[in-house]
């Protein structure tokens, strides 16, 4: 099967899962005991989360393990909104959010806090316009995704920040579909969500980068072995892992950008006419190629070309029967959201496999347009 769902989830590199075998097989101590065999863990769990800092160009002591960018979403903004003064309960999130986001952010509203969706415009970004009059001195936390995860814009968080900074709010950034791909400025930000099951490691990690003074309450309650901010048994398999995927981004970074560009090129060369781009073309990163076509059904689109892997839009959402949230943001109709796909490629994929695949769907989609004609 010919693979193009990297939003989704990416293929485990083969350094990461090596050095994840030892830490499964014998040695298996728990990182938090004061044995060798738990010292041995300790170390492990050090040195990855020494190379996922360095892969986010941060310091030690600011990268937070958890299970992934959906438990760093909800630790940092329930986390900061319980810190909230009484006069900054106000959180201002953009419409095209990931589901963790704002999901919690539907929650906190449930609390007793404002909550501001901001709409997109129909190229997938924010009018800073319209948000520099949404921000004000109430807002506590403003909540952005640097790349979305469905239709791979990329919004312009220096000026998001900008904005959240005049006003003394702090800035959530959900990172996980930027880690590895396009420049992650922390400087701009005060809480960073990214998962290493995006960037070649294993599922069940990521991790919440918290700048030096912002401080935030527990979501969980226990031990306190993230820095007392998040309690629970690390593992040091997926800690291992993660820090293996986090070493290859930077020592592949430039490879892997110049082989996302190339295989963005072939795929349009490969596409019919008929598709259109879901989202800004000129801001976007190129490994997210979401596209419509008159008179498909996504879903069925799916279930015919079964030699490839690609979905309608998020994993998270599948199934529901809704269009996708991100695409009706864009103004786009029922009928023209459930006729789109998302094609996720990266390191892994083949350019002579990524044609291929093209040809199939679009193949198929044309059958599909001449039995409803």
């Known amino acids: 099967m010919i693979y193009l769902d990297y939003q989704a989830t990416t293929p485990v590199a083969p350094e990461a899962a090596a050095a994840m075998r030892p830490w499964i097989d014998d040695r298996f101590g728990n990182p938090h005991s004061p044995h060798r065999l738990g010292r041995e863990a300790a170390a492990a769990v050090a040195l990855a989360r020494g190379e996922v800092a360095a892969a986010m160009d941060a310091a030690e002591d600011e990268i937070y393990f958890c299970s992934g960018a959906t438990e760093a979403a909800n630790m940092a903004l329930k986390g900061a909104a319980a810190r909230l003064p009484a006069g900054r309960r106000k959180i201002v999130t953009l419409a095209s959010e990931h589901a963790c986001v704002l999901d919690t952010a539907e929650w906190l509203g449930g609390q007793g806090f404002e909550i501001e969706i901001v709409p997109i415009q129909a190229d997938g970004l924010v009018d800073l316009a319209y948000l520099a009059e949404t921000i004000d001195e109430r807002t506590g936390i403003v909540a952005a995704m640097l790349v ?45 969500a990214v998962s290493a099951h995006k960037v070649h490691g294993p599922k069940g990690i990521g991790a919440l980068w918290l700048r030096n003074g912002v401080a935030i309450d527990p979501l969980l309650h226990g031990g306190g072995q993230e820095g007392g901010i998040r309690s629970g048994t690390l593992s040091p398999a997926l800690c291992a892992g993660f820090g293996a995927a986090a070493r290859l981004l930077r020592e592949r970074g430039a490879a892997d950008k110049a082989h996302v560009e190339a295989l963005w090129a072939a795929a349009w060369g490969a596409l019919g006419d008929d598709w259109r781009l879901n989202g800004s073309a000129e801001q976007r990163y190129h490994g997210n190629l979401n596209i419509r076509a008159p008179g498909i059904d996504a879903a069925r689109l799916i279930s015919e070309v079964r030699e490839v892997a690609f979905s309608a839009g998020s994993a998270c959402a599948s199934g529901s029967g809704r269009p996708s949230h991100v695409l009706s943001a864009l103004g786009l109709s029922a009928v023209e959201a459930r006729s789109s796909i998302r094609l996720g490629f990266g390191r892994y994929t083949k350019e002579q496999d990524l044609v291929r695949a093209l040809t199939l769907i679009d193949d198929a989609a044309r059958l599909q347009r001449s039995f409803a004609a």
């Open 148 to 192: 979305n995860n469905e239709i791979g814009v990329i919004q312009p968080l220096a000026a998001i920040s900008a904005l959240a900074r005049a006003q003394g709010a702090l800035l959530f950034c959900d990172a996980v579909q930027a880690f590895g791909r396009v420049p992650i400025p922390l400087e701009q930000y005060d809480m960073v």
